[in-house]
């Protein structure tokens, strides 16, 4: 970034005003919460944060009007080096008018600049803070403005000012701004600014090219679209990132958060064939790893790809599931989990009983010392709700031994195990429903949720359901 005086910034402060008035619906609450910071009267939903934000025993609030409300024309090096400290902070911390602060410490130091003060003038730097400062808010017009105020960038870039140039992380911060819009539309502007980027970057002078970051930005924002087709845009802009690896473009090195972005995005598609091509993609991985080692699959890619066969129709998906599983060296948790819900919704004879075996082993593994595979308040439910569901004979008991199960491994000190009241009342709806007469196991069970509850466990504490059920089972 070059940080040699402007040539030329005559015209930036009208620009920047008119551009903001004009595109930007916001304005006027803007032009009214300066009116209110600058006599110290606003009030701010968030002072705890704010209080804990102290820097030098001044709050970010006390720092934004010390700026402001220095004379134009006589910041020094000190109050210029504050005014970017807190401009970062604002735009961390993401507080809800942290977009608006931040602009009005750019503007003020462009007024600054204008006045001919020698120690202020903007930077890129500054530009890409208040970009981000938008990416990071949540309101619907963030990426609108976090693309103007880029735009007027380039304007003031065009016209001779040299410290303002867009960089990478200008325009990454854009459409990163974009990509947080969770729709079809925000995933199709992150791409054009992505092809903006491409094409600047044959311009001489400019620092702007797509990397690693700008590309998983951009698949990221088809992933969160939910929108139809968007596993096939975002798997098309990471093959076209690994070509262009291929072809000697370092900056775009696909990476593992590249794959496992396309690989959940085909994950929780209801496309035909979905499952079936995200564990494609995993098996890619595994062999694009051999001369990439950013791409080797972890944990979660492996997750990803049994969860899509878990979701999807494939009459052998509980199979399949199992298969990726087994090539796992690693499994946690979720690992278990998902691959027990693959075979509670196979709809297969004997599919329950799997489950208790994949949740015995599990219990197993975790009982000889392995943390990551502790079983939680999901395993046992899973595996719960399978044999309840099954209606097979003796269904009703093995849910209850698995229950039992759970409330033991919860006394021994499983933190991740929650004892619902919800838990219990599925197996106690499946005592009643059954054709055998279980009534002194559905008291027997009321006896123990009471127990729990007088022991402090609230949320295990029987409801009006709980009694229902066991009155129905008598």
């Keep these: 970034m070059n940080n040699s005086r402007p040539i030329s910034s005559k015209n930036r402060k009208s620009n920047f005003n008119h551009r903001n008035e004009q595109t930007n619906p916001e304005v006027h609450t803007r032009k009214k919460f300066q009116s209110r910071d600058t006599t110290n009267s606003i009030q701010i939903e968030d002072d705890g944060n704010n209080r804990r934000q102290k820097r030098n025993g001044l709050s970010l609030d006390d720092r934004t009007n010390s700026i402001c409300i220095t004379p134009l024309g006589k910041m020094d090096a000190s109050t210029i080096s504050m005014a970017c400290r807190t401009m970062n902070t604002l735009a961390k911390i993401g507080r809800k008018d942290s977009p608006i602060t931040v602009e009005r410490i750019l503007k003020r130091i462009i007024d600054e600049e204008n006045s001919g003060n020698q120690h202020a003038f903007a930077t890129t730097s500054m530009y890409t803070t208040a970009i981000s400062a938008w990416a990071k808010s949540k309101g619907k017009t963030g990426p609108q403005r976090a693309e103007e105020i880029l735009r007027i960038m380039i304007a003031q870039y065009s016209s001779g000012n040299a410290n303002v140039a867009p960089e990478t992380a200008t325009f990454n911060a854009v459409i990163n701004a974009w990509s947080k819009s969770s729709n079809i539309q925000g995933a199709q502007r992150a791409e054009e600014i992505l092809a903006w980027m491409e094409h ?20 990221d924002a088809w992933a969160r679209s939910g929108a139809e087709g968007a596993p096939q845009k975002a798997e098309y802009l990471l093959k076209k990132m690994e070509q262009l690896y291929r072809d000697g473009d370092s900056d775009v090195q696909p990476n593992v958060r590249s794959c496992n972005t396309v690989l959940n995005s085909w994950a929780k598609s209801s496309e035909m064939g979905a499952a079936t091509r995200a564990e494609e993609i995993l098996a890619w991985m595994e062999i694009a790893s051999v001369l990439n080692e950013e791409m080797k699959p972890t944990v979660v890619s492996y997750n990803a790809a049994i969860d899509a066969y878990a979701r999807s129709n494939d009459s052998n998906k509980a199979q399949k599931a199992q298969e990726v599983f087994n090539r796992m060296i690693d499994p946690n948790t979720i690992s278990y989990n998902v691959l027990m819900n693959a075979w509670c919704k196979s709809g297969k004879a004997g599919s329950a009983e799997m489950a208790e075996s994949i949740l015995t082993g599990m219990e197993k593994r975790f009982m000889s010392g392995d943390d990551n595979v502790t079983p939680d308040s999901i395993s046992y439910n899973t595996v719960i709700c399978a044999f309840i569901y099954s209606k097979e004979s003796g269904s009703s008991m093995k849910a209850l031994e698995i229950l ?20 219990f009342n599925i197996v106690l709806r499946g005592l009643a429903n059954d054709i055998k007469d279980l009534a002194v196991h559905a008291e027997n069970l009321l006896w123990h949720m009471e127990e729990l509850q007088a022991m402090g466990i609230k949320k295990s504490s029987p409801n009006t359901s709980s009694y229902i059920y066991v009155i129905k089972v008598w």
């Design 200 to 219: 600047m970057s044959n311009m001489n002078g400019v620092k702007v090219k797509p990397n690693t970051i700008s590309y998983n930005t951009v698949i």
């Design 404 to 423: 039992y199960r759970m409330v033991s491994m919860f006394k021994n000190g499983n933190k991740k195990i929650e004892l619902h009241v919800r838990y």
